[in-house]
T-cell receptor, first 110, second 114 residues
Framework: NAGVTQTPKFQVLKTGQSMTLQCAQD?????MSWYRQDPGMGLRLIHY???????DQGEVPNGYNVSRSTTEDFPLRLLSAAPSQTSVYFCASSYQGKLFFGSGTQLSVL | AQSVAQPEDQVNVAEGNPLTVKCTYSVSGNPYLFWYVQYPNRGLQFLLKYITGDNLVKGSYGFEAEFNKSQTSFHLKKPSALVSDSALYFC????????????FGSGTRLSIRP
């Protein structure tokens, strides 16, 4: 019963570096999404997907790219990391409106 | 554009007393409404959702929420608070036209004192 799996759990980047946060779910959910959590700002939606091949922007998409080539995987790419992207990132899949969250990735950009 | 407001950063309640965590929303049409909880070291968990029907929704751990369309509110309630209810609570909303686009409020930290 893996659910939603995120890797890595922790990551430190230098400004300008790129990286991909991995997200996989084994529940065959069509909907997947990425959020970032910052103190006092709650969870903010970065990008979401309603199925393989279909993605859309959320509230704070700038600086992030996504793709959805399979139902299971929804990676989040940081093209050129900035200190403002220091945050905790959560991936989620959803079914009938209920979100199932991964355990999160704590990212620090120096 | 959809939005969610949680006007209280923190709510403090004595154990055994009733608790209310407030949430108001703005979305076109009839919304889907949710409450989630984040316990330390336990990630984010679903509490309850309002889709349609009865305005009082019952969820996990004895929590319930009341949907009020005229006031665009969806307050979380519990008749008798437990110390173990101490956590960070998030209200969320999505429009029916785009149910997968779920937007969260800024969160309310609930602290229950013994």
């Amino acid at each position: 019963n893996a659910g939603v799996t995120q890797t890595p759990k922790f990551q430190v980047l230098k400004t300008g570096q790129s990286m991909t946060l991995q997200c996989a779910q084994d529940m065959n959910h069509e909907y997947m999404s990425w959020y970032r959590q910052d103190p006092g700002m709650g969870l903010r939606l970065i990008h979401y997907s309603v199925g393989a091949g279909i993605t859309d922007q959320g509230e704070v998409p700038n600086g992030y790219n996504v793709s959805r080539s399979t139902t299971e995987d929804f990676p989040l790419r940081l093209l050129s990391a900035a200190p403002s992207q220091t945050s905790v990132y959560f991936c989620a899949s959803s079914y009938q409106g209920k979100l199932f969250f991964g355990s999160g990735t704590q990212l620090s950009v120096l | 554009a959809q939005s969610v407001a949680q006007p209280e950063d923190q709510v403090n309640v004595a154990e055994g007393n009733p608790l209310t965590v407030k949430c108001t929303y703005s979305v076109s049409g009839n919304p889907y409404l949710f409450w989630y909880v984040q316990y330390p070291n336990r990630g984010l968990q679903f509490l309850l959702k309002y889709i349609t029907g009865d305005n009082l929704v019952k969820g996990s751990y004895g929590f319930e929420a009341e949907f009020n369309k005229s006031q665009t509110s969806f307050h979380l309630k519990k008749p008798s608070a437990l110390v173990s209810d101490s956590a960070l609570y998030f209200c969320a909303v999505s429009p029916r036209s785009s149910a997968s686009k779920i937007i969260f409020g800024s969160g309310t930290r609930l602290s229950i004192r013994p």
